[in-house]
């Protein structure tokens, strides 16, 4: 079974900086589309970013492009999400997910098999 750990969440003020990091058990993460995932109480999930299978390709969210940037660490067997410049509409629990399967873009819940417990991301202003 495949376990997604993840580590990094707090708050910051907004403009300010946090990485989040997802460490992997059970597989390699090389083989694995990966991707992000954000949620506030009474909003559906929304994608963040992902990163292909291989790692060549990343995807991201328009609200996010050019302030976050996915990529993964396969000698770590970690994921992880630098995000820059955030914003108070950044505030969520961010999620990682894996699957082995097919994504298209950033992917759907529902395409995704196995997920982290979250972190909690506060952005103050």
């Known amino acids: 079974q495949v376990q997604l750990v993840e580590s990094g969440g707090g708050s910051v003020q907004a403009g300010g900086s946090l990485r989040l990091s997802c460490a992997a058990s059970g597989s390699t993460i090389d083989g694995m589309r990966m991707a992000w995932f954000r949620q506030d109480p009474g909003k559906e999930r929304e994608g963040v970013a992902r990163?292909?299978?291989?790692?060549?390709?990343?995807y991201y969210a328009d609200s996010v492009q050019g302030r976050f940037t996915i990529s993964r660490d396969v000698a770590k067997n970690t994921l992880y999400l630098q995000m820059n410049n955030l914003k108070p509409e950044d505030t969520a629990m961010y999620y990682c997910a894996a699957t082995y399967l097919g994504v298209e873009r950033l992917g759907r819940p529902s395409d995704f098999t196995y997920w982290g417990q979250g972190a909690q991301v506060t952005v103050s202003s």
């Open positions: 990163i292909s299978a291989g790692g060549s390709a990343t």
